[in-house]
């Protein structure tokens, strides 16, 4: 889970808006490479959505109680989290926004 203070999400902005980077499309891209002996290299970069990415939006009413929603394994014991918890493990961008009104997932996949 990434954590900002409100500080440190001021600077993200103003770093993203000082590249020309489109602020509202903007997004943290997350990529898993296999890594040799040493194991898996992860991967983070500030960016926004391109040509031929597949983005899936969906809004519901519901809340989100837990931070870390999706972000670690399921236990086998738990009756639900499996869908958010796919969707993490197999999109190259998950946003995830929670409001008073809902919460707002989107899926981004790169095609290319």
């Given at each position: 889970m990434i954590t900002l203070t409100d500080k440190g999400a001021e600077k993200v902005h103003e770093f993203l808006a000082s590249q020309g980077t489109e602020v509202e499309?903007?997004?943290?891209?997350v990529g898993?490479?296999?890594g040799g002996c040493s194991g898996f290299q992860y991967a983070l970069a500030f960016d926004q959505e391109r040509d031929?990415?597949?983005v899936c939006e969906v809004t519901d009413g519901g809340r989100l109680d837990d931070p870390l929603a999706?972000?670690?394994t399921p236990a086998p014991s738990e009756p639900g989290g499996r869908g958010l918890w796919l969707m993490n493990q197999l999109c190259d961008l998950v946003e995830l926004r929670a409001t008073a009104a809902g919460v707002t997932l989107r899926l981004h996949m790169a095609l290319a």
């Amino acid at each position: 889970m990434i954590t900002l203070t409100d500080k440190g999400a001021e600077k993200v902005h103003e770093f993203l808006a000082s590249q020309g980077t489109e602020v509202e499309t903007a997004g943290l891209r997350v990529g898993v490479r296999g890594g040799g002996c040493s194991g898996f290299q992860y991967a983070l970069a500030f960016d926004q959505e391109r040509d031929g990415d597949v983005v899936c939006e969906v809004t519901d009413g519901g809340r989100l109680d837990d931070p870390l929603a999706g972000r670690r394994t399921p236990a086998p014991s738990e009756p639900g989290g499996r869908g958010l918890w796919l969707m993490n493990q197999l999109c190259d961008l998950v946003e995830l926004r929670a409001t008073a009104a809902g919460v707002t997932l989107r899926l981004h996949m790169a095609l290319a």
